[in-house]
């Protein structure tokens, strides 16, 4: 597996990570525990050293899963966690607002620390912008626990140019993590030109489009009731089915390398920029062993601008998150 170094902050790691929240949340039911600690172990094994979860995937339970199968090896890998959310009391699966309080994010931090089963957290990030409090105080927050070793590298989700520019003023700021991928492309705006200014890494979520740009998933997908994607409006029947002409742009490329259409969404994510870093989720084995080989395809210039000129054409259907998700992302 190649390495990348995620900005100027020199954390390095594999070239591609590993999105951990189905395992847990989101996606329909939780999958076996077992089962997934030996997928995460496989990923180790195929050189996956950066590993993205959250207090909030479960919640709690997709950091308690990482913290089982990782702790061993835990000096071979990077584990990034979040902060930023009220989770709900009794343990039920999403939250009650946003929490960025000072006080909040330290008693987190303690948590996480011991779920993960760590003495100190590789990259924490803010999961989302608090309006409520200033970024200022967030990152001052974070330079503390850095000094105090128990964070190294602070990071950012889904936040806009002027909210990284003042947290990078306080503490350095290693890593954004927000959507990103072919039919996602708003962070090549401002987004990316900010972070290539001020030397912060970028570690795309969502770069296979939530599944759907996998080719495995229709307008005749039947979708778990308890899967975030019945509630998206891009994911609806409708829209699925509009959007279609995407994936299938994507086979025509992948016809031409003798690959999956996958595999050429995240060589194209992976081309773009080398401090750049996606972090795709699965489930499944095989699924792990496709994603992985997209490292190996090497898309030229002329084949990205003819990819982007093609996808440009293309009017995807539908928002990325529904209304009251959509008013958490700060740009």
Same mark, same amino acid.
């Not at 705006?189 to 080719?215: A, H, N, Q, R, Y």
């Given at each position: 597996?190649?390495k990348?170094?995620?900005?100027n902050?020199g954390?390095e790691?594999?070239?591609?990570?590993?999105?951990?929240?189905?395992?847990?949340?989101?996606?329909g039911k939780p999958?076996?525990?077992?089962?997934m600690?030996?997928?995460?172990?496989?990923?180790?094994?195929?050189?996956?050293?950066?590993?993205?979860?959250?207090?909030?995937?479960?919640?709690?339970?997709?950091?308690?899963l990482?913290?089982?199968?990782?702790?061993? @090896?835990? /000096?071979?890998v990077?584990?990034?966690?979040k902060f930023?959310f009220?989770?709900? %009391?009794?343990? +039920? $699966?999403?939250?009650?607002?946003?929490?960025?309080?000072p006080e909040?994010?330290?008693k987190?931090?303690?948590?996480?620390?011991?779920?993960?089963?760590?003495?100190?957290?590789?990259?924490?990030?803010?999961h989302r912008?608090?309006?409520?409090?200033?970024?200022?105080?967030?990152?001052?927050?974070?330079?503390?626990?850095?000094?105090?070793?128990?964070?190294?590298?602070?990071g950012?989700?889904?936040?806009?140019?002027e909210?990284?520019?003042?947290?990078?003023?306080?503490?350095?700021?290693t890593?954004?993590?927000?959507?990103y991928?072919?039919?996602w492309?708003?962070?090549?705006?401002?987004?990316?030109?900010?972070?290539?200014?001020?030397?912060?890494?970028?570690?795309?979520?969502?770069?296979?489009?939530?599944g759907?740009?996998?080719?495995? @998933?229709? /307008?005749?997908?039947?979708?778990d009731?308890?899967d975030?994607?019945?509630?998206? %409006?891009?994911? +609806? $029947?409708?829209?699925?089915?509009?959007?279609?002409?995407?994936?299938?742009?994507?086979?025509?490329?992948a016809?031409?390398?003798?690959?999956?259409?996958?595999?050429?969404?995240?060589a194209?994510?992976?081309?773009?920029?080398?401090?750049?870093?996606?972090i795709?989720?699965?489930?499944?084995?095989?699924?792990?062993?496709?994603?992985?080989?997209?490292v190996?395809?090497?898309?030229?210039?002329?084949e990205?601008?003819?990819?982007?000129?093609?996808?440009?054409?293309?009017?995807?259907k539908?928002?990325?998150?529904?209304?009251?998700?959509?008013?958490?992302?700060?740009?």
């Amino acid at each position: 597996m190649q390495k990348r170094k995620l900005g100027n902050c020199g954390l390095e790691v594999s070239a591609m990570g590993l999105g951990c929240m189905g395992m847990s949340f989101g996606l329909g039911k939780p999958a076996d525990k077992n089962e997934m600690i030996k997928l995460i172990n496989k990923a180790v094994d195929n050189g996956i050293t950066f590993f993205d979860t959250a207090e909030v995937y479960g919640p709690f339970t997709n950091e308690i899963l990482l913290g089982e199968a990782l702790s061993p @090896i835990k /000096e071979k890998v990077v584990i990034a966690t979040k902060f930023g959310f009220d989770v709900n %009391p009794d343990g +039920s $699966p999403g939250w009650t607002g946003l929490n960025s309080r000072p006080e909040h994010i330290r008693k987190v931090v303690e948590a996480s620390l011991r779920r993960l089963n760590i003495e100190t957290i590789d990259l924490l990030y803010q999961h989302r912008v608090d309006p409520n409090v200033p970024i200022e105080d967030v990152a001052g927050t974070v330079k503390e626990l850095i000094q105090q070793g128990k964070v190294k590298y602070f990071g950012l989700s889904e936040a806009g140019v002027e909210i990284i520019r003042r947290a990078h003023a306080v503490q350095p700021v290693t890593a954004l993590q927000s959507e990103y991928s072919i039919w996602w492309r708003e962070p090549e705006d401002e987004i990316i030109p900010t972070l290539e200014e001020l030397g912060i890494g970028f570690v795309p979520f969502s770069p296979l489009g939530k599944g759907f740009l996998t080719g495995k @998933i229709d /307008e005749n997908t039947q979708f778990d009731p308890t899967d975030f994607r019945v509630t998206v %409006p891009r994911f +609806s $029947p409708e829209n699925r089915q509009a959007n279609l002409n995407l994936v299938e742009l994507l086979s025509i490329f992948a016809a031409r390398y003798n690959a999956t259409s996958a595999q050429i969404a995240l060589a194209w994510i992976l081309a773009k920029k080398p401090w750049i870093v996606p972090i795709p989720g699965t489930t499944k084995y095989h699924r792990l062993e496709e994603n992985l080989k997209a490292v190996n395809v090497k898309l030229n210039k002329e084949e990205i601008l003819e990819i982007e000129s093609a996808a440009s054409q293309i009017d995807i259907k539908g928002n990325r998150y529904p209304d009251s998700a959509q008013k958490m992302i700060n740009r």
